[in-house]
Antibody
């Protein structure tokens, strides 16, 4: 069974750092990209970034709003994807979801975690 | 970046009604559009990928159509469990962007 479980959310002050984790099961990073998508309270969905599958080089891409501050990585042995968030801003406050890319020729997110809330406030 | 718009922003319909939501992209995205359903407090769920392909396990009352800049999502017969917000999302090129969502409830 495919599952993604996020952890690591919480409250942090502006300028500080936080690392989220996404534990996967039922698939591997060899064949599936994993994205991070966030949703500010009462707002819509914003794609944050992704890490391509190992089959496609395992490289990363980011939204302009987080580029240079956020980093996505994986620990293949543990089956965990990470979102390292540095230089946090109040506008980073959101529920953060990790989502699996459906393994086909396009990009659709077919499995999602339950989300973890990040609050950035002084 | 490609901007996605959706209309209406919300709607109220009766059980059994046909419901249609439109999604427009600011430029040609070919068929590279997905639809998601998000129930309150839950993660989004993929319903339709590549504009018109029904995700496995999704009831056939959900459908999608369109290409280029204009897309349509339809619930052929609204059920009580379909109360949710529906989002479109393009993946023609990075960054992927979502529409603002359409909130559907029961009249």
């Amino acid at each position: 069974e495919v599952q993604l479980v996020e952890a690591g959310g919480g409250w942090e002050q502006p300028g500080r750092s936080l690392r989220l984790s996404c534990a996967i099961s039922g698939f591997t990073f060899d064949d599936h990209a994993v994205s991070w998508v966030r949703q500010a309270p009462g707002k819509g969905l914003e794609w944050v970034g992704f890490i391509r599958s190992k089959a496609f080089g395992g490289t990363t891409e980011y939204a302009a709003s987080v580029k240079g501050r956020f980093t996505i990585s994986t620990d293949d042995s543990k089956g965990i994807a990470y979102l390292q968030m540095n230089s946090l801003k109040t506008e980073d406050t959101a529920v953060y979801y990790c989502a699996r890319e459906k393994n086909y020729s396009g990009y659709a997110f077919d499995y999602w975690g339950q989300g973890t809330l990040v609050t950035v406030s002084s | 970046d490609i901007q996605m718009t959706q209309s209406p922003s919300s709607l109220s319909a009766s059980v059994g009604d046909r419901v249609t939501i439109t999604c427009q992209a600011s430029q040609d995205i070919r068929k590279y559009l997905n639809w998601y359903q998000q129930k309150p407090g839950k993660a989004p769920q993929l319903l339709i990928y590549d504009a018109s392909n029904l995700e496995l396990g999704v009831p056939p009352r959900f459908s999608g159509s369109g290409s280029g800049t204009d897309f349509t999502f339809t619930i052929s017969s609204l059920q009580a469990e379909d109360v949710a917000t529906y989002f479109c999302q393009h993946y023609d090129h990075l960054p992927f962007t979502f529409g603002p969502g359409t909130k559907v409830d029961i009249k």
